[in-house]
Structure formats: structure tokens, C-alpha cells
């Protein structure tokens, strides 16, 4: 059988360590090795949130592609939540990959079944581990707002005295995060309009609590 990988990691530092692209295309690579089936494409989604549906993430919606042409058989993740990180998202890549009759592994943890009504236990554990990675990506956008506010609290101002990012005493390392993943997705040729809505589906809002706008993430960029 044809498997076609899919990498995917949601900021920049992840690209270069940590469970970073070549991380997951090595589990990928064995796991395929040892059911079996031969990598006929790789694909990869850099700096894009888990929280994107399929049509806005350029690397899945050519692996997809490959599997509805008949060109691969089976889609490879490292695990589930680098295929989404909202259980609806997660849900319906899932039925798009089985309405074309293919498969999903992960090398985590193997095939992923479809639903079976004589086994009801099979659907809620896969629909568990879609929850667990929304709570995840949850807990990851509240130690950014916790830290942002502890910050502040220290001294920091979130007024327009100081770019986005930056109090008195220097950076504040999760914000410019964010904005290094949006200027990333920007030279993707993301749109402002896009990127912003994300920030703001992630609850990242700007320094004064406001969400955020084409317009002021243009400006904060610049």
C-alpha cells in the first residue's frame, strides 16, 4: 500500500526542536517501514495552528488530495493531534480521508478505525484523545495569557508606549512567539485577515485585551 505522510507544527521553534518536523517524519518513515507500506510523498504544514480546517493548510490539502486521486492509500501522522487539535476538526478529516476509502495511522499509536455501531467504545476513545489535544492547545494559550499578565503586573504596560511584546525591563518571549509564527504564516502567503482570526479563535488577543484586527496586526508587524 501507498502512504503519503503529513508533518505538521503550529510555531517555528518546533520546526527546529522539540517534536519538530524531522522528529515526526522519523516515526512516520519506521512505523511505515514496519507495516509495510511504501512513502510515496511527504508533506508538511510549518508554523500553522492545529486548529485550522483542512482547506487552510496547504501541506494536508495535498496529502487529501493524493489519497482522493487513488495516488496513496493511507495518510501517516506522527499522532492524532498533528492532524488537528479540535476534536470537529479532527472529526471531519477523518471522514473525509474514509469517505474516499483510505486509511489514517499514526505512529503513535496505529490505524485509526472508523466508527462501528457494534463497538461504541472504539469512537469515544478516539474522540477522548481529539479532546485531550484541544484541551492541550487550551492550556497552551492560557500560560501565554497568565504570563502576559504577570508581566504586566511586574511593571510591563499595555498601552501603545511600547510594541507588541516588549515592557520596560526587555521581551516577553511567548508574545514574540506569536508574532514570529505570524510572520511566518505571512511570508506563506497567509493573509492578515486570516492570521488574524486565528490569533483571535486561539483567545490571543493584543496587549490591551482587544481582539485582533487586520489592520493593528499589519501595524504591530511593521
Known sequence: MEAVI????????????????????????AYSESSGFSVAEVFRDEAVSG?????ERPGLMDALGMLKDGDADVLIVARLD???????????ILAEVWKDGAEVHTAESGKVFRDDPDDPMRTAMRQMAGVFAELDRAMTVKRLRDGRRAKEAKGGKANGSYPYGFA?????????EVMRDAAAQKRKGRSWEAIAADLNARQITQRNGKPWTRQNLARVMR
Do not use: F, N
Not at 505538521?8 to 516515526?27: H, I, K, W
Not at 498533528?82 to 471531519?92: F, G, M, P, S, Y
Open 168 to 176: 520596560k525591563e526587555g521581551p516577553i518571549p511567548a508574545e514574540l
Open 6 to 29: 503529513y508533518l505538521r507544527v503550529s510555531t517555528q521553534g518546533q520546526a527546529v526542536d522539540g517534536y519538530g518536523l524531522d522528529v515526526q517524519e522519523q516515526a512516520c518513515r
Open 82 to 92: 498533528r492532524l488537528a487539535r479540535q476534536l470537529t476538526t479532527q472529526e471531519v
Open 51 to 55: 486548529t485550522l480546517p483542512a482547506h
